[in-house]
């Protein structure tokens, strides 16, 4: 597993070739963020929608060193944060921008990847903390204004890929759907074998194609990683 260690005021999250911190930022680096990273494909130009510490941007930069990745938030102590662990990190092709995904432009071309890990209370109280429900709650980012944003940004042959909560799967695919974007991938994933999946990784194209469902499970016991999570992991973890 990752390492987690308190420092006084601050905790970090310490991967094996970079380090996420995470005190200025509401959401904190989680399960969610960690598999999605690691599912993701790749491409020569990646966008992370609501990047926050900048886990997933980090983690692509690992496995596509090639690509150009670009991080936005509208968090602004987020994207200082994430700006500092990309600058801690070894990666030079990371570069974090303050910026609202719905009025987001393009610098040059379309993004052959976007990846983002959304808000995901719909219709749940807010919480008072401004930063926390920004981070938290569909409010910031309607799911219909996410697949409006990603179906402008994305190349005409690009995949967008997110993670999402179970009861929130429908009300997803329903807005990708009325923008005319095809779920190409699926991964159902369990806590454990015996429950049912309570977050799913989806992929979604701009064309039809076949479509791939696969089943992930985190543990197999109490404490125990599944051989799934750790081969899907394995070049993060330490």
Same mark, same amino acid.
């Given at each position: 597993?990752?390492?987690?260690?308190?420092?006084?005021?601050?905790?970090?999250?310490?991967?094996?070739?970079?380090?996420?911190?995470?005190?200025?930022?509401?959401?904190?680096?989680?399960?969610?963020?960690?598999?999605?990273?690691?599912?993701?494909?790749? *491409?020569?130009?990646?966008?992370?929608?609501?990047? *926050?510490? *900048?886990?997933?941007?980090?983690?692509?930069?690992?496995?596509?060193?090639?690509?150009?990745?670009?991080?936005?938030?509208?968090?602004?102590?987020?994207?200082?944060?994430?700006?500092?662990?990309?600058?801690?990190?070894?990666?030079?092709?990371?570069?974090?921008?303050?910026?609202?995904?719905?009025?987001?432009?393009?610098?040059?071309?379309?993004?052959?990847?976007?990846?983002?890990?959304?808000?995901?209370?719909?219709?749940?109280?807010?919480?008072?903390? *401004?930063?926390?429900?920004?981070?938290?709650?569909?409010?910031?980012?309607?799911? /219909?204004?996410?697949?409006?944003?990603?179906?402008?940004?994305? /190349?005409?042959?690009?995949?967008?890929?997110?993670?999402?909560?179970?009861?929130?799967?429908?009300?997803?695919?329903?807005?990708?759907?009325?923008?005319?974007?095809?779920?190409?991938?699926?991964?159902?994933?369990?806590?454990?074998?015996?429950?049912?999946?309570?977050?799913?990784?989806?992929?979604?194209?701009?064309?039809?194609?076949?479509?791939?469902?696969?089943?992930?499970?985190?543990?197999?016991?109490?404490?125990?990683?599944?051989?799934?999570?750790?081969?899907?992991?394995?070049?993060?973890?330490?």
């Amino acid at each position: 597993m990752c390492i987690f260690v308190p420092e006084m005021a601050n905790d970090y999250f310490k991967f094996r070739q970079f380090t996420v911190r995470q005190d200025r930022c509401a959401m904190k680096v989680g399960t969610d963020g960690t598999l999605l990273g690691a599912w993701v494909r790749g *491409g020569r130009t990646i966008l992370d929608i609501g990047t *926050g510490t *900048g886990l997933i941007a980090l983690m692509v930069a690992q496995r596509f060193p090639e690509a150009h990745v670009v991080g936005i938030d509208i968090d602004h102590e987020a994207v200082v944060q994430a700006k500092e662990n990309v600058a801690d990190s070894p990666f030079n092709n990371i570069d974090i921008i303050e910026a609202d995904a719905k009025t987001f432009c393009v610098p040059s071309s379309k993004f052959d990847v976007i990846v983002s890990n959304p808000p995901y209370f719909v219709d749940s109280l807010e919480c008072p903390d *401004g930063q926390r429900t920004m981070a938290r709650h569909t409010a910031s980012l309607a799911y /219909a204004e996410l697949m409006a944003a990603v179906n402008r940004l994305l /190349a005409d042959d690009g995949e967008f890929s997110v993670v999402i909560p179970f009861d929130c799967k429908a009300r997803l695919e329903c807005e990708a759907s009325l923008v005319g974007f095809f779920k190409i991938r699926e991964c159902a994933v369990k806590t454990t074998p015996r429950k049912p999946p309570r977050r799913y990784l989806m992929a979604f194209r701009k064309h039809p194609d076949q479509l791939e469902l696969t089943e992930g499970i985190i543990e197999t016991a109490p404490n125990v990683r599944s051989e799934w999570y750790q081969q899907l992991t394995k070049d993060f973890y330490l």
